[in-house]
């Protein structure tokens, strides 16, 4: 509504703007700081975030075996060799004397309608599965076969024509398994009729055949000495030793040369990098809470986490975690120290030195260091009760209960507005009235003047 210059020639719509101007400056100030702490927010959810992964990390780390890294090779491509965080150095030589296969058998070949009836698969342990197809044709025994889900997956295969010219077919049967204990037969007859004998194995029948026989991969540990150890597996992969997995893939009459090898490289890889991302999050912190000082006359512009206590006190809690003592041992010895300016940082050759001289010393230390990174990290970073969480969860709250005071403001200030416009028209309209009484002041005084002269 515009009301300027109506009567009094007063700018009323920018002194009615400057009025509401003032009158805004706490809405103003509770919006500062709204945007102030959901800065904060952002950056505590942000550290929270790290922190939660820093646990899961610091678990690992925490593990028995967690500094662990292999080297697996074997001297031939048909053998893989896998090394687990269990595993120790080892060196042998194994001889493959057979691969794991899978127990395969195909039947005779037979008409279109010669499939039908009770057929029973028998498993290596003596386990029966009747199948019962709902039609005659090889098709329909191959679904009958694959639906039963017993291990064993058929397939129709074309057989030419008889004399006649009428199509055959046989079913080509094959375990899903490779080993001993996938071998299976698949007999003509009911399994009581299994029991009796009087069934028929249709591998057994003219024009069928057995394409391989289920058996176990076999290697030779020790060959040709007085300690030489055969081990047999049903998926070609052998436990030779703890945490020392071999894997073969061919026979080889020569023996193929196994070997595992600590790294010790990556070992020192793995700690380095845990020990830098704890440091790189104590630096974060430390430049979140940093306040820069203007010149003269300039403004001071405070960290993120400038006097944010709960931040402090982390930053105090995984800086002791990484440097106090174990059982009187200084994590410096590993190569882990703080500076005297708070400056976490590793040794790798410090580090790889210790690891050399005492690997399970070097280890113990590293994991109890580890763990109570994570202990830290937990207490304050839990989901529920961590104390970072709850310093989010109160400055979140803090933002919801100042934006309704902004709520609130905005309709204060519409009424203040209303009020100040009712205000200063009313006050036209008592100049206009005024105006108007001048006007006829005048005019009747004017009548009197003339009558007077006239006189």
Do not use: C
């Amino acid at each position: 509504m515009k009301l300027d210059g109506l009567i009094s020639g007063l700018k009323t719509g920018e002194l009615i703007d400057a009025l509401m101007d003032v009158s805004a400056i706490p809405k103003k100030l509770i919006t500062t700081k709204i945007t102030d702490r959901s800065a904060i927010i952002t950056n505590l959810q942000s550290l929270n975030s790290s922190l939660q992964a820093l646990v899961a990390k610091a678990k690992t780390a925490a593990g028995a075996t967690s500094l662990a890294a292999f080297t697996a090779t074997a001297s031939s491509e048909s053998v893989t060799v896998t090394a687990r965080p269990t595993a120790s150095a080892f060196s042998t030589d194994v001889v493959v004397d057979a691969v794991a296969s899978a127990h395969s058998i195909v039947t005779a070949s037979a008409g279109a309608d010669a499939w039908g009836g009770t057929y029973t698969l028998v498993a290596a342990d003596g386990t029966q599965t009747e199948i019962t197809p709902n039609g005659s044709s090889p098709q329909d025994l191959a679904k009958a076969i694959n639906a039963a889900k017993s291990g064993v997956t058929a397939t129709v295969v074309p057989a030419g024509t008889d004399a006649d010219g009428a199509p055959l077919s046989r079913i080509q049967l094959t375990s899903a398994e490779t080993g001993e204990e996938a071998r299976f037969a698949l007999h003509r007859g009911t399994g009581a009729e299994v029991d009796a004998g009087s069934s028929v194995d249709v591998a057994t029948e003219s024009g069928a055949a057995v394409l391989t026989q289920g058996g176990d991969a076999r290697i030779r540990l020790f060959a040709g000495t007085a300690a030489e150890q055969t081990l047999t597996s049903a998926d070609n992969t052998f436990t030779v030793t703890e945490g020392i997995d071999v894997t073969v893939s061919k026979v080889s009459a020569d023996p193929v040369t196994v070997v595992v090898a600590l790294d010790a490289k990556a070992q020192t890889a793995s700690a380095e990098a845990f020990v830098k991302e704890i440091a790189a999050l104590l630096t974060r912190i430390d430049n979140g809470s940093k306040a820069t000082i203007g010149a003269v006359g300039e403004t001071t512009t405070l960290g993120v986490f400038t006097g944010d206590s709960t931040v402090r006190n982390l930053r105090g809690a995984l800086a002791s975690a990484m440097q106090h003592p174990i059982d009187g041992i200084s994590p410096s010895t590993i190569g882990i120290s703080i500076s005297d300016k708070g400056v976490l940082s590793f040794d790798a050759e410090k580090f790889g030195k210790a690891l050399a001289e005492d690997p399970e010393k070097t280890q113990e230390l590293f994991s109890s260091i580890a763990g109570r990174v994570q202990n830290v990290t937990n207490q304050y970073s839990d989901k529920y009760d961590g104390m970072l969480t709850q310093r989010i969860t109160g400055q979140e709250s803090e933002v919801k209960m100042l934006k309704t005071q902004v709520e609130r403001w905005d309709l204060r200030l519409e009424q203040r507005r209303a009020t100040l416009e009712r205000t200063y028209s009313q006050l036209e309209v008592q100049l206009s009235k005024l105006q108007s009484q001048s006007s006829w002041l005048s005019s009747q005084i004017a009548g009197l003047t003339n009558t007077s002269s006239s006189s």
